[in-house]
């Protein structure tokens, strides 16, 4: 969990955090900007933090130890992911895990928002409701759009944006809406 989201909910100044927890005010400032990650701060800072943040040292920590994938990858193993559960098992399945808020909170927004449009466009081939819970997230879009791999490439060797403009008009609109590109979930390997 980012700690800058944690103070912010807690209402906590990182000054206040610094005072709290005994903690140099410079250290905070560092780890709060990024600067040093706390993944790399020794286990007392850790854990004098977390404990003034009331948070297990794991929620701490977690950010800065999990490895980001690639999005393309990502894409692929939610793809494959769907392909070997049925389509209402995996949208039981992340909607328990609340997997989505999770890579909101990391704020891997191209991430949380591929997987929240996954969940959507099959709740609506199945006709299912919509989870109300990310509501707030529907809201979002990413700032470019995020176009497959396989359609860059063919638009960088032709010279042309027409791959580009063909792979948007065949896009799923569940994915389209946060300027993710995706046409077909389901031809995977």
């Not at 927890?21 to 850790?46: A, M, Q, R, Y």
Request: charged letters at 25%; proline letters at 3%.
């Amino acid at each position: 969990m980012n700690i800058n989201t944690i103070l912010e909910q807690k209402n906590m100044s990182k000054y206040k955090l610094a005072k709290k927890s005994g903690i140099p005010h410079t250290t905070v400032l560092d780890i709060c900007s990024g600067k040093t990650s706390i993944g790399k701060c020794n286990s007392e800072t850790v854990y004098k933090i977390a404990k003034t943040l009331d948070i297990p040292m794991e929620a701490l920590v977690e950010s800065s130890v999990i490895n980001r994938l690639s999005f393309e990858t990502f894409k692929n193993n939610v793809c494959h992911l769907v392909k070997s559960m049925t389509d209402l098992k995996f949208i039981l399945f992340i909607l328990e895990t609340d997997e989505i808020r999770k890579l909101y909170n990391r704020q891997w927004y191209p991430e949380c928002l591929y997987l929240l449009a996954m969940v959507d466009y099959l709740s609506r081939i199945n006709d299912l409701s919509l989870c109300n819970e990310y509501n707030d997230l529907r809201k979002i879009k990413l700032k470019k759009i995020i176009y497959p791999l396989g359609i860059l490439t063919r638009s960088y060797f032709s010279k042309s944006d027409i791959p580009k403009n063909e792979s948007l008009k065949e896009a799923i609109p569940e994915f389209l809406q946060f300027n993710i590109v995706e046409s077909d979930i389901r031809n995977v390997c």
